[in-house]
């Protein structure tokens, strides 16, 4: 009998293997793999829109391999890896620094999911959503597949060095391992479900003790600076898109000549569009630099404000361009821009303002329902200093956009091209401290506010509700009574005006003293004279002088005898 058990159990020992294996958890091999599908799906997208430009070119000045190679450099550009171009007319080298922003979302999109799903290890249920504890751990998932996307993309770079336009090493260096870093690791901590915890502890390390106390609340502050902060960024960018599309609308025909003059054919067409939309986040965020003030660099010396813009170099027909405002001295259609960073300075001072009113208390959103003790509404010091910190992140965020947005075009005046990061960093800093702070503390005391219904009916503690029922009648009558005051106040107010305008006219109806009788004036020597200004020439004159008098009110002089005829 022993044996048979035996037996069974050895027999039963192949099939708990494979279910161990089976159901094991994967660990840093389908890391690596996640991360070499994600960046070889990135150059196949970018090959594939190389090549079908190539075919449909009517200049195809090189071959496939030609194409294959741009489009190696497309992608490390896309990560905002620096570019040189070889084929100048001068045979100097140019280098290429501003990089499509749209072209980001796509590596960025595919580390993220590559990475969320090596930390979720197959543990989605069937609607996709992943569970709530991981299978693989985060640090294996994320440096799995940062690895294995690096071994993809080091070739690529290598490949892409023997073309027209190859990558500048230091940048690519450090540009392509910096997306692929944290890229990845928001994948894998959203694939966790966002914990806290490892971005207290980074800023724990990171900040002094005093500071990370000021930030690491019990309140929540960081994640409410964290939420302003983004709204104000989102309105920003906003609102420089909008500016972006207002001024391409008000110089369209110059959009659409420049448009039809860069190029011939329909393919030429196309990567031009394609090109436009793909820059359409740099102009936005140029746009919002220029709301902010300190603007953008067209070249070398050449700054484009809204106090001035100075004339740029000359530059291709391109039609983005067109949307630059004129050279010359700002007006004030450029001053409105200003309107933007009001706005997105308010925004952020609205969500602090929220989170100073937590939900748990009654001028909180559902304040009141949940059965618990309300949350302590935060002082104002904490709100202004909420604020601050809310617009030190966007500020951050920012200066991250305009360093991103920019770069060289070429040497001498190319060399400088989009908003400066310190200086868009600092004037966000400025106009956000400033507009969510003066936002923040009075949408704070507002949101605080007892409603004039509930202080009417709610009555103190201890008091007999006749005897309140009664003070509150008496609120009434003497509020009442204080609008028949006023009432009378105001209409004596309006008999003395209207006595008063009675009086000034009577006044001027009537002679003044040394004024001669009859309306006459008195000329610079001291005669009367009745074609001198005297005091009733406004009065309408009458042909017949007895009658003006009398109608005028005024004495009339006594009439002259006639003489005796002459016998």
Request: glycine share 14%; with cysteine; net charge positive.
């Given at each position: ?6 037996t ?9 293997l ?13 890391a ?9 799906l ?38 905002g ?14 280098p ?12 960025v ?48 770079a ?5 073309g ?17 870093v ?23 390390v990171l ?6 106390h ?24 906003g ?10 609308l ?21 990567a ?8 359409l986040?740099?102009?936005a965020v140029?746009?919002?630099a ?34 630059v405002?004129?050279a010359?001295?700002?007006?004030p259609?450029?001053w ?21 009113t937590?939900?748990?208390h009654?001028a ?7 059965g ?7 002082s ?31 040497v ?5 091209f ?60 003497w ?6 005051r ?14 008063t ?13 040394g ?6 004036g ?12 005297g ?29 005796p005829?002459a016998?």
């Open positions: 009998m022993a044996d048979v058990i035996q069974t159990a050895r027999r039963t020992r192949p099939a708990l494979l279910t161990r294996m089976r159901d094991r958890s994967p660990g840093l091999d389908s690596l793999l996640g991360g070499a599908l994600a960046a070889g990135g150059l196949a997208a970018f090959a594939m829109l190389a090549t079908l430009l190539w075919i449909s070119s009517p200049y195809p000045d090189s071959g496939p391999d030609g194409a294959l190679s741009v489009a190696a450099a497309l992608w490390l550009l896309a990560h890896a620096e570019l040189v171009r070889t084929d100048t007319l001068s045979g100097a080298p140019a290429l620094g501003v990089p499509p922003l749209l072209l980001l979302a796509l590596p999109w595919l580390l993220h999911r590559a990475a969320r799903d090596a930390a979720d290890g197959g543990a989605s249920d069937a609607s996709g959503a992943s569970g709530d504890a991981p299978l693989v751990h985060g640090p294996t998932a994320w440096a799995g597949v940062v690895l294995g996307y690096l071994a993809v993309g080091t070739p690529a290598l490949y892409a060095a023997g027209a336009l190859r990558p500048a090493w230091a940048s690519a260096g450090v540009c392509v391992p910096l997306v692929a944290v890229a990845a690791g928001v994948g894998v901590w959203r694939a966790y479900g966002c914990p806290r915890g490892p971005l207290e502890r980074a800023v724990g900040l002094p003790r005093d500071v990370r000021l930030l690491l609340g019990p309140d929540g502050r960081l994640g409410v600076a964290a939420r302003a902060a983004a709204a104000g960024a989102a309105v920003l960018v609102g420089g898109a909008l500016l972006l599309t207002v001024s391409l008000w110089h369209g025909g110059e959009t659409q000549d420049a448009f039809l003059r860069l190029t011939q054919g329909w393919s030429g067409w196309v031009v569009l394609l090109l436009g939309v793909a820059l986040p740099n102009a140029w746009a919002t220029y709301a902010l003030g300190p603007g953008f660099f067209l070249g070398a010396g050449h700054a484009v404000t809204p106090l001035s813009a100075t004339p740029a170099p000359l530059l291709p027909a391109f039609p983005l361009l067109a949307a405002p004129d010359g001295a700002g007006t259609v450029n409105a821009a200003g309107v933007v960073p009001l706005a997105a300075g308010a925004a952020a001072g609205w969500y602090v303002a929220q989170g100073a937590p939900a748990g009654p909180g959103p559902g304040g009141g329902r949940s618990r003790e309300p949350d302590a509404v935060w104002q010091g904490r709100t202004a200093g909420v604020a601050g910190v809310a617009a030190v992140l966007c500020a951050a965020l920012l200066a991250l956009f305009a360093a991103s947005a920019g770069g060289p075009m070429g001498a005046a190319l060399s400088r989009g908003p400066v990061w310190w200086q868009t960093g600092g004037a966000t800093l400025v106009w956000i401290g400033l507009v969510a702070t003066a936002t923040a503390l009075p949408a704070r005391a507002w949101r605080c506010r007892t409603p004039r219904s509930e202080r009417a009916e709610r009555a103190p503690a201890g008091t007999d509700e006749k005897a309140w029922a009664g003070v509150r009648a008496t609120a009434r009558a509020r009442a009574w204080a609008g028949v006023a009432t009378a106040r105001a209409w004596r107010v309006w008999a003395g005006v209207r006595a305008a009675r009086a000034w006219m009577a006044w001027i109806g009537s002679p003044r003293r004024a001669p009788e009859g309306g006459t008195t000329t610079a020597d001291g005669r009367r004279c009745r074609d001198a200004a005091p009733y020439d406004f009065l309408p004159a009458d042909p017949a002088p007895g009658r003006d008098a009398l109608s005028r009110g005024l004495p009339t002089a006594p009439e002259t005898p006639k003489p005829p016998r």
